[in-house]
């Protein structure tokens, strides 16, 4: 709840509700908004210095601090470089996949390959015992 708390302010100020409000339309899957569950982490974030607050009429308004900011775009900074890993090794994992359908196909055709020699090896085989048998009885 913390990260997205933090993503979602750094779009700017938000009252509480207006929170709990937008975290529901996105329906983002292990995020169950509530007040239970928005305001303590409001209040946890305010104590660390990341988030402040402003209170305009009855509605209390939180926005990130400059260390907030700081915090935010380090943390996405962190989940850039962790995504360009996944893609690296996203797509060294296609070209092993790759080499191993190649080989795969390769293996076939040396299946094939076996198979017919086996094939000629068994009728030269069986011409020898023929024509043994024919000169040289059974």
């Known amino acids: 709840m913390k990260y997205v708390l933090l993503l ?5 100020r938000l009252h509480g509700y207006s929170i709990i409000t937008i975290l529901r339309e996105l329906g983002i899957p292990g995020i169950t908004p509530s007040p ?12 660390e210095g990341l988030v402040s607050v402003e209170k305009v009429g009855r509605r209390v308004y939180y926005k990130l601090t400059e260390k907030g900011k ?32 190649e080989v795969d196909e390769g293996l076939e055709e040396v299946e094939t390959i076996v198979n017919e020699v086996m094939s000629r090896l068994d009728s030269i085989l069986k011409k020898i015992k023929d024509t043994k048998n024919k000169y040289f009885g059974k």
Do not use: C, N, Q
Request: no cysteine; proline share 2%; net charge positive.
């Open 70 to 101: 700081g915090y935010v775009k380090a943390e996405i900074e962190l989940m850039m470089g962790v995504l360009d890993l996944l893609r690296e090794l996203h797509e060294k994992a296609l070209k092993k996949l790759s080499a191993l359908r």
């Open 8 to 12: 979602l302010l750094s779009f700017g």
């Open 36 to 47: 239970g569950s928005v305001y303590p982490t409001l209040k946890k974030l305010e104590e």
